[in-house]
């Protein structure tokens, strides 16, 4: 669930943006949006944070998302690479910090080394992976000083990685790679980022009024960010609206610019021309806990038949055309469409990683799938509870649909359905092991299928159900090792481990999240990328 992503559901589907009114017709329009959010922020601090959907636009690192998701520049005026791809240099621009200081080479070493020492425990310490010395760190064989970045003069960065990335350049554009300033960390201590005050930024916009728990809190221009020309808001207020029918009647009132439809809503609005569709790279999925506490469930999870049967038992058309009706798209795997292309013949890795038979409806199939699994774990019947997260707008039609069809399929099978809060989700139930089947979410951090792919591998951290395969393992390791520097090599590593986790549904997928939205004309300037951090909003203005 990334609560990242899955969260990641979250960060995905909480932007709404809001026009203020000019007080004068005359006068220009003042340049400020009112956005909302589907659930609160959860924390302001970049080495904890489950995803960057809302801080990307605080944070920035080395580069930054532009459109079509292609890295721009950011903090660094300049980078190169060498030949064999293993040391990367970049050169900073003159840049402050939003209360005046300079941003310093050491304020990304420092921020490197704080995020992957183990005992900042983050969720994207893996990202790092790749990096000189960041598996060992990450496995506890060494300290977080030894990562591969050092600073060479105050404002030149040099990394060294054990082996080429490729897709190093689009990483360096993450926010969890930006920079932190030690001096205010020292300052504020365990303060530090629990109030929006405790805490200073490099991006365009700062944080005011957020105080960890409530529902309203505002971005506002950062004057000392070394391109601020090209910032014409002023500010962003963030308010959480937890469902689209409040969303809808602010839009109607002109409260709204930007607001997200679901369901009704969409037939409805489909021919308005204020009618959009944003497509992300956010996948919905099933994560079966195969270290489930109670040994019957332990054992039917564990069996690939019974996980097939369920898969194969949902009907992915309906469930997108009908149950959720918001323009979601049927996945062909784990891994997102329109994410990459094949280098060599420009094929969507969505179309490559499709096996028959694994995420199609074939009831019939699914039904003699269920029988054998029962029969090689020796059950008859089977329960288990189904949890999600209660602020998704999609998770009550979601899980509804997904109960009574398994419940009509399979005889004997009994489904209880549970929501509670993301955060719960995320930081307590998820991590811990604590359910049976997971609503389950991700988005890629980057255009690349190893943003998916690595998630199943063995002992991750956001492999909640504790999935295993060494086959699948090997394949992942080996796009990051020894083909790492060859393209078509690379892709067929993963396409081959993509079709390999099709083929053992560890993980099901529901479907792939297109948000329908209703967006006023006087809102421009927003980029929106499918990877990544979502929403751009430093070039936004109201015309």
């Not at 040391?87 to 900073?92: D, E, G, I, Q, R």
């Not at 921020?111 to 960041?134: C, E, H, V």
Request: hydrophobic share 35%; with cysteine; charged share 20%.
């Amino acid at each position: 669930m990334k609560v990242k992503k899955w969260c990641l559901s979250v960060m995905a589907v909480i932007f709404v943006a809001v026009l203020t009114a000019c007080g004068k017709s005359s006068s220009a329009p003042k340049q400020v949006l009112n956005l909302s959010a589907a659930a609160p922020l959860d924390t302001i601090d970049i080495s904890k944070a489950m995803g960057y959907g809302q801080t990307g636009n605080v944070y920035e690192s080395f580069f930054r998302l532009g459109k079509t998701g292609k890295a721009v520049p950011g903090l660094a005026k300049s980078s190169r690479v060498s030949k064999d791809g293993l040391t990367w240099t970049f050169n900073l621009r003159n840049a402050n910090w939003s209360n005046g200081d300079k941003i310093t080479a050491q304020d990304f070493v420092y921020s490197w080394r704080r995020t992957i020492d183990p005992k900042t425990k983050s969720q994207y310490a893996y990202l790092f992976s790749g990096i000189k010395n960041a598996d060992q760190i990450n496995a506890g064989n060494a300290k977080a000083s030894t990562v591969g970045i050092r600073a060479a003069g105050k404002h030149t960065v040099v990394v060294t990685l054990d082996k080429p990335i490729a897709y190093f350049k689009i990483l360096m554009a993450y926010p969890l790679f930006a920079p932190q300033n030690q001096k205010v960390i020292d300052q504020y201590g365990k303060k530090y980022a629990t109030k929006s005050q405790y805490m200073v930024y490099s991006g365009p916009f700062m944080i005011q009024n957020w105080n960890g728990t409530g529902n309203k809190w505002q971005f506002v221009k950062n004057d000392q960010y070394w391109d601020k020309k090209a910032v014409k808001l002023q500010k962003i207020n963030y308010t959480v609206v937890s469902d689209t029918t409040t969303g809808l009647d602010l839009y109607q009132q002109k409260k709204l610019d930007l607001t997200p439809l679901a369901n009704q809503q969409v037939k409805n609005y489909k021919t308005d021309k204020a009618f959009r569709e944003y497509p992300y790279s956010y996948v919905s999925f099933l994560t079966y806990n195969q270290k489930d506490a109670n040994a019957q469930r332990r054992a039917a999870f564990n069996n690939v038949h019974i996980r097939l049967a369920l898969s194969l038992s949902i009907d992915r058309q309906a469930l997108t055309k009908k149950v959720l009706g918001d323009g979601s798209q049927t996945p062909t795997g784990f891994v997102a469409t329109d994410l990459a292309r094949d280098p060599k013949t420009g094929e969507d890795f969505a179309k490559e990683q499709a096996v028959k038979n694994t995420v199609s409806y074939n009831p019939k199939l699914a039904k003699q799938y269920w029988a054998k699994g029962l029969r090689e774990v020796g059950i008859a019947k089977l329960n288990f509870t189904l949890l999600a997260g209660a602020d998704q707008t999609a998770t009550s039609p979601l899980t509804q649909y997904l109960k009574a069809q398994w419940q009509k399929e399979f005889p004997g099978l009994t489904v209880s359905l549970k929501t509670v809060p993301t955060q719960q989700i995320a930081y307590q139930q998820s991590a811990k092991g604590n359910f049976d089947v997971l609503v389950s979410g991700w988005g890629a951090d980057f255009n690349d299928p190893i943003s998916f792919l690595q998630i199943p591998m063995t002992g991750t951290s956001y492999n909640y159900g504790g999935y295993s395969n060494k086959q699948y393992d090997a394949l992942v390791k080996r796009t990051n090792n020894q083909d790492a520097n060859n393209p078509d090599k690379r892709w067929q590593d993963l396409v081959k481990a993509a079709k390999l986790l099709n083929a053992d549904q560890s993980m099901t997928p529901l479907y792939q999240q297109v948000t329908a939205y209703l967006q006023r004309s006087d809102v421009k300037g927003i980029v929106h990328n499918t990877a990544g951090t979502q929403w751009n909003y430093k070039t936004a203005y109201i015309k």
